[in-house]
């Protein structure tokens, strides 16, 4: 069973910065590629950032691409998303979601094996 807990989400102003952390129970870390998604009210969930098992590939959406960095420590399990020049349009839950064996590329509708349950994100103007 995997397990993927989210947290550092929080209340921020439009500029600000917030870093989430996701800790994985998994026996191999190093097998999974990981993502992180977010789902604004009212919208469908959309990819925001992926890490390929190295860590050594990452991925953005173009909204977030020179704001938002992922990063992964394999050593602790834990994949992490630094959020920079946040906006009001970041408004989100953020999920974070593992994916067993993948090395291709991410995008929104990438079925993943496993979900955390999310960390809420708000950035108030």
């Known amino acids: 069973q995997v397990q993927l807990v989210e947290s550092g989400g929080g209340l921020v102003q439009a500029g600000g910065s917030l870093r989430l952390s996701c800790a994985v129970s998994?026996?191999?870390?190093?097998?999974?590629?990981m993502g992180w998604f977010r789902q604004a009210p009212g919208k469908e969930r959309e990819f925001a950032a992926g890490?390929?098992?190295?860590?050594?590939?990452?991925y953005y959406a173009d909204s977030v691409k020179g704001r938002f960095t992922i990063s992964r420590d394999n050593a602790k399990s834990t994949v992490y998303l630094q959020m920079t020049s946040l906006k009001p349009e970041d408004t989100a839950v953020y999920y974070c979601?593992?994916?067993?064996?993948?090395?291709?590329?991410?995008?929104?509708?990438?079925?993943?094996?496993?979900w955390g349950k999310g960390t809420l994100v708000t950035v108030s103007s």
């Open positions: 890490i390929s098992w190295s860590g050594a590939s990452t």
């Open positions: 979601a593992a994916r067993k064996y993948y090395s291709g590329s991410f995008y929104s509708a990438l079925p993943m094996d496993d």
């Open positions: 998994v026996r191999t870390f190093s097998n999974y590629a």
